[in-house]
């Protein structure tokens, strides 16, 4: 018989629990986060959002811009879930942005999906 983590050179922490069981807070989060990977991970949400927003008859460049004053996430959520959003505040200001930001945090709360530490700020 053979021991498979032997076999696969296993290695274990001082409490014999497996290195890859460690709790997360002992990894470095700057080494599990290949830039690359993530570009691409941007790089087609971006391409998913725009495929249904391309029904609303616009798009986004970038996630982080385009969705920061909440009009175009509201609008996303409008499109995919074939609901009406409440109305959007259209101020410039940051609580305005906030507002809206928070308005389709609480649509995508109430539709059941369980947002942990995302706030609007």
């Known amino acids: 018989m053979v021991d498979y983590h032997a076999a696969n050179n296993q290695q274990y922490t001082a409490e014999g629990t497996p290195i890859y069981m460690e709790q997360e807070n002992d990894w470095d989060r700057d080494l599990l ?21 391309r029904k609303a008859g616009t798009q986004i460049d970038s996630i982080e811009e385009d969705f920061r004053d909440g009009l175009k996430l ?42 942990v530490s995302i706030g609007a700020e």
């Open 33 to 53: 986060l290949d830039p690359a990977w993530e570009k691409q991970q941007r790089k087609t949400f971006t391409a998913w959002c725009n495929s249904h927003l």
């Open 74 to 115: 509201m609008l996303l959520l409008e499109v995919i879930s074939g609901e009406r959003l409440p109305k959007p505040e259209r101020g410039k200001m940051r609580v305005h942005k906030i507002n809206n930001v928070n308005k389709a945090l609480d649509f995508i709360a109430s539709k059941g999906v369980k947002l």
